[in-house]
């Protein structure tokens, strides 16, 4: 089962700030939190990860609390091209570790 | 997605017939791992890959199994359709200098 625990959906207003929580409140000291997503019909899509550190790339922000038991995915400035199901998965930092998909938060950008 | 090949995107067979489904890569990547995808259930790991001629068991493997004779190429097949094995399967790869799985396009399996 997965280790994640997502809301199911959430809205937000285009151009503004997407903040989507995640709690993995059983996470084990070495495993990272990842976070994917997939527009429709599409495979998923890696967007970022992180283990203690906040992270921020190109796509995304991830803020991670510092007990590690939840994280926040932010996306800047939403566009309509952002709705899609964003997925929160807690794996290990080795490539032995298989990534456990849950159900994911469906985002809906709102026009 | 770029290196990463499904073939063939679109499938309708009948129950009881073999099917194989082909992923392809040419990122020389060691992992390689297949996922069905159904309503409701979300992304399921069906068996994955880490090198030439080993692989392994996912979550789901029941009526699946697959073969990796070369580095680019993880055949999945199911021995003999049944309805429940209709679905969306992806392929993904994962290796050094990579962050995270690289998913394919899909390939949508019919069985009637």
């Known amino acids: 089962d997965a280790k994640t625990t997502q809301p199911p959906s959430m809205d937000c207003a285009e151009g503004r700030a997407a903040n989507l929580p995640c709690n993995h409140s059983t996470i084990s000291g070495n495993e990272y939190v990842y976070w994917y997503r997939q527009i429709h019909s599409q495979g998923p899509q890696y967007i970022i990860h992180?283990?203690?550190n906040n992270e921020t790339n190109e796509m995304a922000s991830l803020i991670i609390t510092e007990d590690r038991k939840s994280s926040t995915l932010i996306l800047p400035h939403a566009t309509l091209r952002d709705t899609a199901v964003y997925y929160c998965?807690?794996?290990?930092?080795?490539?032995?570790?298989?990534?456990?998909f849950g159900k994911g938060t469906r985002l809906h950008i709102l026009p | 997605d770029a290196g990463i090949t499904q073939s063939p995107r679109h499938k309708v067979t009948e129950t009881g017939t073999p099917v194989t489904l082909r992923c392809h890569q040419t990122e020389n990547h060691r992992y390689m791992y297949w996922y069905r995808q159904d309503p409701g259930h979300g992304l399921r790991l069906i068996h994955y890959?880490?090198?030439?001629?080993?692989?392994d068991k996912g979550e789901v493997s029941d009526g699946y199994s697959v073969s990796r004779s070369k580095t680019e190429d993880f055949l999945l097949t199911l021995e003999s359709a049944t309805s429940s094995q209709t679905s969306v399967y992806f392929c993904?790869?994962?290796?050094?200098?990579?962050?995270?799985?690289?998913f394919g396009s899909g390939t949508r399996l019919t069985v009637v």
């Open positions: 992180g283990l203690k």
């Open positions: 993904a790869i994962s290796g050094p200098g990579q962050d995270g799985y690289t």
């Open positions: 998965i807690a794996a290990g930092g080795n490539r032995d570790d298989k990534i456990i």
């Open positions: 890959s880490y090198g030439v001629k080993d692989t």
